[in-house]
Structure formats: C-alpha cells, structure tokens
C-alpha cells in the first residue's frame, strides 16, 4: 500500500483541481486579454455600415478587400466615400443625390406659435408615456446602405439612404 504525503488536507472523494492544476484556471477558457474585439459592438455612428463578405478586385489585385466599411459622403455631395479604420479606401461617384428635408414654411405669428408649442407638448407627454419602456422611434437614427451587382451593365451599384438624404453611386472594377 502507498500513502502520499500532501500539504493540505486530503478530501476523501479525491485531489481537489487546485491541487492538481500547475495555474488556475479560468472559467471561460480564456484570460482577460485573449477576448477578441467583436464582442463589444460597433461604434455608434451617423452613417449606414457595409460589410462585405467577398473581395471585389480586377486582376490587378486594385479594389475593395472584404470587411466592415462606414459608407458617408462627401461635402459636395459627389462622391460616396468608403471609410475603414478613420481612412477612406474608396471614392464613388454619385449618380444620384435626393435631399428629404422638408421645406421651411412661412413664419407663424406668437398667437399661432404658442398653439402649436401647447399642442406639441401634449403629444410629447403621450409619446413619452406610450414608449415609456423603449425608445422613441423619432430618436432612432435610420440608416441604410445597399450594394448590389448589376449584371446587365457590369458594375456594382450602392444605394445609400439617411433620414434627410439618399444617393445612389456605381462602380466597376
């Protein structure tokens, strides 16, 4: 019969893990600094994300290599930018612009003004109690971008929308 020697106190249903294990270990399998990035979501942001899932290069390895782009654009409106990582990796060109605000109207008087404020404060305080659990849909920020390939014509096409513009850009490659 063998008997061995331990520092601690034997348990009688056999060696504790810690006993056994050379470090502890952690419970998920990973250390602290070994989680990748994706966990945490995206940044929140103004403009439509693109991912893609596939390289759109020509044969002269030039284009758009797959990955998470913030599609925005540009202060004249000419150019549908494709930003990654705080650089942009592309320029569209824009086809067509569309601006959805809505045009101003002529101004109201103090006695037409205040009725309007009464009248909106009331809807407010209905709204406010009718989403009092979740967000106000007019405080959520639309933003939508597709990309599509149009075989008839040969290029991609990207269609772009926010709640006050929409754009359409095309490329080939």
Not at 59 to 88: C, H, M, P, S, W
Request: glycine share 6%.
């Amino acid at each position: 019969m063998l008997i061995a020697a331990y520092d601690m106190p034997m348990n009688p249903y056999g060696p504790a893990i810690d006993q056994l294990a050379p470090y502890k270990g952690t419970l998920s399998g990973e250390k602290e600094h070994q989680k990748p990035s994706y966990n945490y979501g995206p940044p929140s942001t103004k403009y439509p994300i693109l991912a893609l899932e596939d390289d759109i290069i020509n044969d002269e390895g030039r284009g758009l290599k797959k990955g998470f782009y913030e599609i925005r654009i540009d202060d004249n409106k000419e150019f549908l930018l494709f930003v990654q990582a705080g650089k942009t990796k592309a320029k569209i060109p824009v086809i067509s612009y569309e601006s959805l605000k809505k045009q101003t109207q002529k101004p109201l008087t103090a006695k037409q003004e205040a009725k309007k404020m009464r009248k909106e404060a009331k809807k407010a305080k209905k709204e406010a109690y009718k989403y009092r659990k979740g967000e106000l849909p007019k405080n959520m920020i639309f933003n939508d971008v597709k990309m599509t390939y149009d075989e008839k014509n040969a290029l991609w096409v990207i269609r772009w929308e926010t709640q006050e513009e929409s754009a359409i850009g095309c490329f080939r490659i």
